[in-house]
Nanobody
């Protein structure tokens, strides 16, 4: 079993920045990758970024490339999503999830990010 806890959400103006930590605990040896997803009101949950647990390879959705950065702090078992140049369309609930050999199957509770003036 793996437990994930997101934090760091809030209200930010367009063009601003936020960093979302995802704290991971439990059977971390089963994790292949940790990913960030987001879900806007009335829309499906969508992939944002991911990082492999051991090697730190990163992957991004086209919509966030160049603006968001996913990173690791292995000593703290925490994965971060640094979000810069935020836009109103980035407004969503952001979820941290992890996967082993198949699909993402463990999720945090989510954290709300609102980009508005």
């Amino acid at each position: 079993q793996v437990s994930l806890v997101e934090s760091g959400g809030g209200l930010v103006q367009p063009g601003g920045s936020l960093t979302l930590p995802c704290s991971v605990s439990g059977e971390t040896f089963t994790i292949y990758a940790v990913g960030w997803f987001r879900q806007a009101p009335g829309k499906e949950r969508k992939f944002v970024a991911a990082i492999t647990w051991t090697c730190g390879n990163t992957f991004y959705a086209d919509s966030v490339k160049g603006r968001f950065t996913i990173s690791s702090d292995n000593a703290k078992n925490t994965r971060y999503l640094q979000m810069n140049s935020l836009k109103p369309e980035d407004t969503a609930i952001y979820y941290c999830g992890c996967r082993g050999t198949s699909n993402y199957d463990s999720w945090g509770q989510g954290t709300q990010v609102t980009v508005s003036s």
